[in-house]
């Protein structure tokens, strides 16, 4: 039989076992931390999709430096900063790739309009501020001045011109889309019944706020496919009745 001695052995061993399981876990956790920060740092910043701007200027924006943990890198922080820094820059996707790169895609924005103020400013098709220029190889909008501009921000405007702004860049949108943005040269939204376009060097489009404006352009489109090469006029695409009216010049 069990000695009275064996039995209060087993006891107490039994009563500190649940200790002794923690501090193992304890220990295991320490030494996967340690490991982690000795061996995953980071050691490589790899940058795909980039043109307009360099490598090196998008890893200066990451707020990366090399010897980071690799897991203590915020992706989201990451392309927080990335898109902050560089308005150009619309979408990126941040990658760990063990045991030390961090592997950075971009998607980088083209300016869709000029929108003329005290200065004017380039602005893409989702209405994010790029920079101040005088750039007139883009479309430009008149009658939508910013407030407050800043690169990398979105387009503020006043109070009362938010729904032609929201109909400027739903405009933007449909023409990027259907690939015509090089075909619209001007949009003047001074006017509070309608908008008016200037298009293909040959046409002033009177265009609905707060239209469908995809639908919008494949009837412009489909009426211009109608006119002989020489016609010019107004393509009034405001009508009830009828998807567009021409009246030539």
Do not use: C
Request: net charge neutral; proline share 4%.
């Amino acid at each position: 039989m069990p000695s009275i001695r064996s039995n209060r052995k087993r006891r107490r061993q039994g009563r500190f076992a649940p200790v002794f399981k923690l501090l193992f876990l304890l220990a295991m956790a320490v030494a996967l931390v340690l490991g982690a920060t000795v061996f995953f740092q980071v050691e490589h910043i790899v940058v795909t999709g980039n043109n307009r701007y360099s490598q090196q200027a998008i890893i200066n924006a990451t707020g990366i430096d090399l010897g980071d943990n690799l897991f203590s890198v915020s992706k989201s922080q990451v392309s927080q900063n990335i898109r902050r820094r560089l308005p150009y820059v619309q979408a990126v996707q941040v990658l760990r790739r063990l045991p030390n790169t961090v592997a950075i895609t971009v998607t980088e924005s083209a300016a869709a309009a000029r929108l003329e103020g005290e200065e004017g400013w380039l602005i893409n098709a989702s209405g994010k501020l790029l920079e101040p220029a005088k750039d007139e190889t883009v479309l430009t909008v008149t009658g939508l001045p910013p407030l407050a501009p800043a690169a990398g921000t979105p387009l503020v405007t006043a109070e009362e011109l938010s729904f032609k702004r929201e109909s400027v860049l739903s405009l933007l949108q449909a023409l990027e889309q259907r690939e015509l943005l090089e075909q619209a040269e001007t949009l003047d939204v001074t006017r509070d019944g309608w908008m008016e376009m200037t298009f293909a060097q040959r046409f002033r489009v009177k265009l609905p706020y707060g239209a469908d404006y995809s639908h919008k352009l494949r009837a412009l489109e489909a009426a211009i496919s109608y006119r002989e090469e020489y016609e010019t006029g107004v393509m009034d695409l405001t009508q009830r009745d009828y998807d567009v009216v021409f009246q030539p010049d």
